[in-house]
């Protein structure tokens, strides 16, 4: 079963300081693709970054940065300089591969973070 | 690109009313996704779509639940008779053929049941 695991119901963050939001997945496959979405008040789901699992290199998006451990099955996202602007829920969501059909999106439970100014 | 299109953005019925939810999928996508999400739950896969025939729709609650893609420019998902329990936040997404990996999504359409 593609499960994916968002231990942190909530955070809080100073405005400027660093953050991380950690993500654990379950998953036989050895490729597929992994993702944070960030949903702001406005629901809208956005994509902050993308990792494809054959990549060993980290993915970055300017301020947004991961530290994906694919032992591990982990998949945390960093975020520098946190602004006001990144307040909102954050999704982890795993793409399964072949077996589990590649188009079938899996979502953690979400992560609402807090930017205090 | 206007974007995967959803509509209405609020809808409000009372408890046995039909309800239809529209999308529109970014021209050129040929797979079309429905997503609940809901606090109990968080965010579901319903059903999908390839080049308008369902291929997945194991996420569907019941029966009272369908989903429909006449062409490759509109879906609709109906609910008859709608329940209070079916309030939610109801996400369309569209992604291409080769890149799965890039699935945008709309708007979505709160869905408020009385």
């Known amino acids: 079963a593609q499960t994916v695991t968002q231990s942190q119901p909530e955070m809080s963050v100073q405005e400027a300081e660093t953050v991380t939001l950690s993500c654990t997945y379950d998953t036989s496959e050895s490729n597929y693709y992994l993702f944070w979405y960030k949903q702001p008040p406005s629901r809208q789901m956005i994509l902050v970054i993308r990792?494809?699992?054959?990549?060993?290199q980290n993915a970055t998006e300017n301020r947004f940065s991961v530290n994906f451990q694919k032992a591990a099955k982990s998949f945390s996202l960093k975020i520098s300089d946190s602004q006001l602007g990144d307040t909102a829920m954050y999704f982890c969501?795993?793409?399964?591969?072949?077996?589990?059909?590649?188009?079938?999106?899996?979502f953690g439970s979400g992560t609402k973070l807090n930017v205090k100014p | 690109d206007a974007g995967v299109i959803q509509s209405p953005r609020h809808e409000v019925t009372e408890m046995g009313q039909e309800v239809t939810l529209r999308c529109k999928p970014i021209s050129g996508h040929d797979y079309l996704f429905w997503y609940r999400q809901t606090m109990m739950r968080g965010l579901e896969l319903l059903i999908y779509?390839?080049?308008?025939?369902?291929?997945?729709d194991s996420g569907m609650p019941e029966d009272r639940f369908s989903a429909k893609m006449p062409n490759a420019s509109f879906s609709t998902l109906k609910i008859q008779p709608s329940e209070p329990r079916d309030s939610a936040v109801y996400f369309c997404?569209?992604?291409?053929?080769?890149?799965?990996?890039?699935?945008?999504f709309g708007p979505g359409t709160r869905l408020t049941v009385t």
């Open positions: 997404a569209s992604s291409s053929q080769g890149r799965p990996d890039e699935q945008y």
């Open positions: 969501a795993h793409l399964g591969g072949l077996r589990y059909n590649f188009n079938k999106f899996y």
């Open positions: 990792q494809e699992a054959y990549k060993q």
């Open positions: 779509f390839n080049n308008n025939v369902p291929i997945d």
